[in-house]
Structures are given as structure tokens and as C-alpha cells.
Nanobody, 117 residues
Framework: QVQLVESGGGLVQPGGSLNLSCAAP????????MGWYRQAPGKQRELVAA???????NYPDSVKGRFTISRDNAKNTVYLQMNSLKPEDTAVYYC???????????WGQGTQVTVSS
């Protein structure tokens, strides 16, 4: 059974930082595009960062310049460094792995990020 295991969430004050990790030990990690999504109460799940197999990254304007996604293929792990956090960043953050050519996608269980003073 494929598992994506997120960690690193928690409570942080506005302006603070968190670094999320997502480990995917049971997939051929280098074949997958990886992404971080978030879902706040009452809102749809939205993409916050993506990184392709080749290392190209993509961010929405809402987090550009504050969030950085990276991957370590040797460790089967993707990271999300979040700086200058705002209360509106509060959400459950989910990791996604997608092998586009064979249409296979996996999700993690989510990790809560709360930005509050």
C-alpha cells in the first residue's frame, strides 16, 4: 500500500516559518511530479506548490516569494519551506504524487498548519 507521510505542521505566529516534509518510500519517486495542496475549512483544495520530475517549480501568486518547494530523490522526500506565514495560510496541507503518463496519483493524510498569535 502506497503511503505519503507528511510531517512538520503545527502552530506558528504570523511572520513565522515552517518546513513541511512528505516521505514516499514505496514509490519510484523520481518518476513522479510532486505537489503540495491545502484546504481551509469551507474552501476547496488548492495547489500551493508543485515540482516536476525535472525540478521545475510552480507557485500561485498567493504564496510566490514566501514558499519554496524542493525534492530529494535519494530520500524519496519532498519539502515545503514556508516563510512569512499569514493567518490566511491556515489550512490542512496535503502532499500529492502524480505520475502523469500513467495517470496514477497518491495523496497523503494531511498535516495541520495554523498561523495565529
Amino acid at each position: 500500500q502506497v503511503q505519503l507521510v507528511e510531517s512538520g505542521g503545527g502552530l506558528v505566529q504570523p511572520g513565522g516559518s515552517l518546513n513541511l516534509s512528505c516521505a514516499a518510500p514505496r514509490i519510484t519517486f523520481s518518476n513522479y511530479d510532486m505537489g503540495w495542496y491545502r484546504q481551509a475549512p469551507g474552501k476547496q483544495r488548492e495547489l500551493v506548490a508543485a515540482i516536476t520530475r525535472g525540478g521545475n517549480t510552480n507557485y500561485p501568486d498567493s504564496v510566490k516569494g514566501r514558499f519554496t518547494i524542493s525534492r530529494d530523490n535519494a530520500k524519496n522526500t519532498v519539502y515545503l519551506q514556508m516563510n512569512s506565514l499569514k493567518p490566511e495560510d491556515t489550512a490542512v496541507y496535503y502532499c500529492n504524487a502524480e505520475w502523469v503518463s500513467i495517470k496514477v496519483s497518491y495523496w497523503g493524510q494531511g498535516t495541520q498548519v495554523t498561523v495565529s498569535s
